[in-house]
């Protein structure tokens, strides 16, 4: 179990990173971009992609593309979505992208839904609902109306990249060197970006970024190793992973950070916490 717990740390650690950032007004932009040479080398030590099969990659490369313009337009998603409406909620709809793929296996892969399954589907949308849910006041503003986009935008993000990974691996293709080209062209694409943008480099902002990498890398590997030692037990470890977040997320946000959360928030938290275990020990 200490796999899955560093896995969870981990993994809370990165959204407390950006919310801290976000506090300072720091650009998360060049704290994403100075985190993906770290988390590119960590690859190569860690998970020793195997280069040579690169040439097999064939049609798996326009996967590996949008893996590449997607996992950092998330990472800036995900800070946002932090600033707006906490790492709380926030967490928890990342936790609940879990629903897309399962509902992708349906619709476009064939596979079939059983009525478990279905009743999961259901909580994840209930969840994810009450979770975006604020009060409506006369004076609202922008940010505000925001909210729920920047929200949606994670849950739909980090679904989305699960599908990509799954298809990767279904092509042969091994994970840790899907992994290690998509970190490379994710890093190399946002500093294209911010290099056109012309944007004032900050020394702070690409300092937290060696600490964005490790974090990042350290959640990866640490699950991927948690469902090694626990092979036999893969729905302990996604079950786990996705509550554990959900309830530290909540413990630090409330507790350390001071978010509030309303009684239909809340409500939200739990049908999350049952969707992951209705999903993953049925």
């Known amino acids: 179990m200490m796999y899955l717990t560093i896995a969870v740390l981990c993994s809370v650690a990165v959204s407390v990173l950006l919310k801290i950032l976000r506090q300072k007004n720091i650009d998360i932009r ?3 971009v100075a985190g993906y040479p770290v988390a590119f ?3 190569w030590l860690l ?3 195997d280069l040579s099969s690169i040439n097999a990659l064939g049609s798996a490369w326009g996967i590996v593309i949008a893996l590449g313009i997607l996992l950092p337009a998330v990472f800036i998603i995900l800070g946002r979505a932090i600033e707006s409406v906490g ?4 967490d928890a709809a990342q936790r609940l992208s879990l629903i897309i793929p399962i509902v992708a296996a349906f619709l ?7 009525g478990t399954r279905v009743f999961g589907l259901v909580l994840g949308f209930l969840a994810l609902g009450a979770l975006i849910y604020r009060p409506q006041h006369k004076n609202i503003t922008t940010q505000a109306k925001q909210t729920p986009l920047w929200l949606f935008g994670v849950w739909a993000g980090y679904g989305i990249i ?3 990974f799954k298809q990767v691996a279904k092509h042969g293709t091994a994970f840790p060197l899907t992994l290690f080209l998509s970190f490379g062209l994710a890093g190399l694409l946002l500093f294209i970006y911010l290099l056109v943008t012309r944007v004032r480099w900050q020394g702070n902002a690409l300092a937290a970024g060696v600490l964005l990498g490790a974090l990042n890398m350290g959640n990866i590997y640490a699950y991927v190793r948690a469902h090694q ?12 992973m996705n509550v554990g977040v959900i309830a530290v997320a909540t413990l630090i ?4 950070f001071k978010e509030t959360l309303n009684r239909i928030n809340m409500l939200g938290l739990g049908l999350a916490v049952c969707c992951v275990a209705v999903l993953f020990l049925a």
């Not at 946000?253 to 350390?256: D, H, I, L, M, S």
């Open 47 to 49: 998970l020793k992609p």
């Open 229 to 240: 030692v626990l092979h036999e037990s893969p729905s302990i470890v996604f079950t786990g």
């Open 162 to 164: 699960d599908i990509l």
């Open 41 to 43: 080398l960590l690859t």
């Open 30 to 32: 060049q704290t994403i």
């Open 108 to 114: 476009f892969f064939g596979e079939m839904l059983t």
């Open 87 to 90: 790492m709380v909620a926030t």
């Open 253 to 256: 946000g409330v507790g350390v």
